[in-house]
């Protein structure tokens, strides 16, 4: 895909499990029980078991690596985690979309500003703060 | 309090960490990335071994850090390539700058991620946010 600065790259959308979280707490190492046990994640005053920061930053890596065609063109990726996901039990789980903008290109990279929600419509909240992706263009 | 004296303080290398095709197949899968055999890793990868640089931090009892006060604030890499199976990884964590900030530490902290010639893969840059203990 080229990536020219306003190239608004199609929307994608992640389906999160908790089964998803203890397979990231394995394959990852972080195993705090926040993000795999109801009851730990509302002893410490959360709604409920969340996403490691991580995965949902690994979600966005994901979503850039799908609009770049394969891995091998990012250069930086990275962002603030400003609000948590709560992730349901269930096989539902919760609903990561993932959009992004071309800002910026520049000595044949392109810096790409992220949005990383939950919720749909009028319920949409942001998760991760300036999400940014640079790739070479 | 988290002692000021931190910043600047690099800690010592993580463990040597093997790059194996289970272990990025088994991080992709979890996250949903498509990955075959002969991919690059996916870009989040290093956070497993850039963990292990932070834990080393978190558990120092000099430090004095309450590990279940840290929240993890932020989190960036830039990389020089990606990583690759067959790689042998170290995290090499230096302590950036502390500041307080409504009652919390926030800790900025870089993780160079080295190959076993020790040639800089990425760098992982990483805040922790301490919360402030009951004064007690």
């Not at chain 2, 996916?42 to 640089?53: D, E, G, H, L, R």
Request: include cysteine.
């Amino acid at each position: 895909m080229s990536l020219e600065v306003g190239t608004e790259l199609p929307p994608l959308r992640y389906t999160v499990t908790r089964a998803d979280l203890a397979a990231y707490a394995d394959a990852s190492g972080d195993r705090n029980p926040i993000h795999l046990d109801e009851d730990v994640a509302r002893s410490v005053g959360l709604p409920g078991v969340i996403a490691h920061g991580m995965y949902t930053l690994a979600l966005a890596a994901r979503a850039v690596q799908e609009w770049a065609g394969g891995p091998g063109r990012v250069r930086e990726i990275g962002a603030k985690f400003t609000r948590p996901v709560v992730v349901p039990a269930g096989a539902e789980g919760v609903g990561v979309n993932v959009t992004g903008t071309v800002k910026k290109v520049e000595d044949g990279r392109a810096t790409i500003a992220l949005s990383v929600t939950t919720g749909e419509g009028d319920q949409v909240t942001k998760v991760l703060g300036m999400p940014t992706a640079v790739l070479d263009a | 309090m988290v002692e000021q004296s931190l910043v600047g303080r690099t800690f010592p290398p993580s463990a040597a960490y093997d790059v194996t095709p289970e272990r990025v197949a088994s991080f992709a899968a979890a996250t949903g990335t498509p990955w075959r055999e002969g991919d690059p890793a996916p870009a989040t990868f290093p956070i497993v071994v850039a963990f292990t640089a932070m834990q080393a931090l978190m558990d120092d009892p000099e430090v004095g850090i309450e590990l279940q006060r840290v929240v993890h604030g932020e989190q960036r890499f830039a990389y020089e390539r990606l990583v690759v199976v067959g790689d042998t990884l170290t995290a090499t964590l230096t302590v950036d700058s502390l500041r307080s900030l409504g009652g919390a530490d926030v800790i900025a902290t870089t993780s160079a991620v080295t190959d076993a010639d020790g040639a800089l893969v990425c760098s992982a840059r990483a805040t922790l946010v301490h919360s402030a203990g009951d004064a007690s």
